[in-house]
């Protein structure tokens, strides 16, 4: 049986889309029901959180305010925390919300940190709209040497709806996990 790790960004507070008040965040529940699938189906699943070193701020306007900042920059966030034993993971799924129409810049943290060689690598996203805004592509390219598989973009609201299950259910059966 194959090692499956879900590791995701994804930040809570105000929900542009919605304007509700989300705690965990669309990516988090999205991350969540995809792990409580691969589980459904006999997976051996660990998931990670990517958690700021400086958490991001509640409110919409602010997050993004400091996501532009980060982008112009180029900076590299920090985050805390290790995956124990990331070489023995044989498919790793990585989540993100878009963000300027790209990654997180904490994501380009996260994949330059890792050595992926070998391993499938599978992305999923939250989207306001945007679609996957051609971050498959970059997230294949940064992780180096490893496999790609289908990715999912997901409009965040949906996470949270019956029909966001369904699409995540029959996207998870589809792949050759």
Known sequence: MSKVL???????GEDVASGENNELGNTAVMAQLIADKLKEDSHEVT???IEPSTPYPDGYDQKLARA?????MQERPEFVGEI????????VFI??????SDLPMIMYTFLEKHVF???????FCTHG????????QTVQEKAVGSAPGEGLAMLGDLTRKPGGKL????WVEQLAV
């Open 6 to 12: 879900v590791c995701f960004f994804s930040t809570g």
């Open 47 to 49: 998931s990670f959180r």
């Open 68 to 72: 532009m900042e980060e982008r112009s």
């Open 84 to 91: 124990p034993d990331f070489d023995d993971y044989d498919t």
């Open 95 to 100: 989540g993100y919300p878009i963000w300027c």
């Open 117 to 123: 060689t070998g391993k499938i690598v599978i992305p």
């Open 129 to 136: 709209g945007s679609g996957e805004s051609g971050t498959f």
């Open 167 to 170: 699409q995540v259910d029959h």
